[in-house]
């Protein structure tokens, strides 16, 4: 696999549609255009062709033809487009015709792999397109449009850049010590460190909201038996999703439904009642309760009105905790159940759940929301960044200038994978892994 290589796939969805894009990317995007679509149309100007396999003479579709010429292209290299009519017979046909006349088929994420390595992008501005690709809710889209209009980019490339000019600095106050320059020089590399830190550990501390978003909010629902777990999951997402009966210890499983609240996507789980089990099975549902309320980004503590509340799932109230009176049509919500008001709430009546559903609304927006400055969105970005803040404090802290410049270069390093402008070859895999053929 080489960069020259002509490649093309599918860049629509498979399957039979009005229309399927093929793209070709390469050195000889231009020669095979023409030969099975006749003279190259003007640049980015839609023109209809009709395309004929050239071995054959054979007629192979009516078609949209776009000529993207490098630079200017998705790819930065001679790209070109064909809107083919839908069918998957069609797409095949052309393909070969494109493989007989020596293109390849691209490998998954090839296309962005390409823009990366032509400059287009950075590596953060990959990543947004892959989760612009894969989003499914309004908030996700505006992070991941954000982030592959360079959002990031533009912040890490500007720490980049700003820690080149520190270790510049801290390089020429090692090399003319004995000259007449500035001899505060190495003390201002110090101090650049310090605010540079101080801005990535701000940029650190955002709660993890960027990747929350990115992944979607955990949100587990824990309680005694009958408490009305199940029934309150029902009614949230207005199906029945959870078997509700009067039976205690109905749920065994851990019941997952998926909603969408202000853009963000929320896994809302059901779980075993908690209390001490004899039965195995329900001891198995109740040991994956608590693993799900453990990996959860919110827990809902349920409790009945009509019921004492349960020292299993009073562990599970904290301060600030979302935590429910249920069956408040039988007897009226306590003022305090661990020492949190709780929400009076009826899945049997509805009483409560318009105002649950708000809170649970306002907690997402807290946990994920679409942030006003951009956000890290990635376990990658986070790793990087940690690093380069240790090293930055290694920088202030150290004695000798030398080691001031080698810190200096490692924080500079870890940005740099951060953004693919320096040692990016192990990390370039794990980035395009994620892209399917023909993004
Ligand atoms: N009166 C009244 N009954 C309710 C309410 N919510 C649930 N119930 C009843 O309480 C019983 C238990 O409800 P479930 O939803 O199965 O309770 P659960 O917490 O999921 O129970 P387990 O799965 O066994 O842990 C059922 O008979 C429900 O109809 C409510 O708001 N008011
Ligand atoms: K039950
Ligand atoms: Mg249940």
């Known amino acids: 696999m080489t960069a020259t290589d002509t490649i093309f796939a599918l ?21 095979i255009l023409t030969r099975i679509a006749g003279r190259l149309p003007a640049p980015r100007v839609a023109s209809l062709r009709r395309l004929r396999d050239p071995a054959a003479g054979e007629a192979l579709d009516e078609a949209l033809v776009l000529w993207m010429p490098a630079p200017r292209s998705y790819t930065g290299e001679d790209s070109a487009e064909l809107h083919l009519h839908g069918g998957p017979a069609v797409v095949a046909a052309v393909g070969a015709t494109l493989a007989a006349l020596g293109a390849r088929p691209a490998e998954p994420g090839e296309f962005t792999r390409r823009a990366f390595l032509n400059g287009r992008m950075d590596l953060t501005a990959a990543e947004g397109i892959a989760d612009l690709i894969a989003a499914e809710t309004e908030a996700q889209r505006r992070q991941a449009l954000r982030q592959a209009d360079g959002a990031l980019a533009q912040v890490y490339g500007g720490w980049a850049e700003r820690l080149t000019r520190l270790l510049a600095h801290q390089e020429a106050a090692i090399e003319f010590a004995d000259d007449d320059l500035p001899t505060d020089l190495g003390d201002r ?9 101080a801005e990535i550990d701000a940029h650190l501390a955002d709660g993890g909201r960027g990747e929350r978003l990115r992944e979607g909010v955990l949100v587990a629902i824990l309680g005694a038996p009958n408490a009305g777990k199940s029934s309150l999951l029902n009614a949230l997402v207005g199906r029945d999703a959870a078997i509700v009966s009067a039976r205690a210890g109905t749920t065994r499983d851990v019941v997952e439904v998926r909603l969408e609240l202000a853009g963000v996507p929320v896994t809302l789980s059901d779980t075993a009642g908690l209390r001490e089990a004899a039965d195995e099975i329900e001891q198995e549902g109740i040991r994956r309760a608590h693993r799900r309320a453990e990996e959860a980004d919110l827990v809902i503590t ?7 509340p349960d020292a299993e799932t009073l562990a599970w109230v904290k301060p600030g905790a979302l935590v429910l009176a249920n069956k408040s049509d039988l007897e009226s919500a306590p003022a305090e159940i661990g020492g949190v008001l709780p929400l009076a709430v009826s899945a049997r009546t509805g009483a409560g759940l318009e105002e649950l559903r708000l809170r649970l609304q306002a907690e997402t927006v807290r946990l994920a929301g679409v942030a006003e400055a951009p956000v890290l969105t990635r376990p990658r970005h986070r790793a990087a960044l940690t690093e380069a803040s240790a090293w930055l404090r290694e920088a202030e802290a150290a004695a000798l200038p030398e080691l001031v410049s080698e810190a200096l270069r490692a924080a500079l390093r870890a940005i740099g994978r951060l953004t693919g402008r320096v040692g990016v070859e192990d990390v370039l895999d794990i980035v395009f892994g994620e892209f399917c053929i023909g993004k």
């Open 11 to 31: 860049a629509s969805g498979a399957g039979r549609g009005a229309i399927a894009i093929l793209r070709m990317s390469g050195r000889d995007s231009g020669s």
């Open 189 to 197: 590399a110090r101090e650049g460190a310090g605010a540079l830190r």
């Open 302 to 308: 349920v409790f009945a009105t009509d019921k004492a």
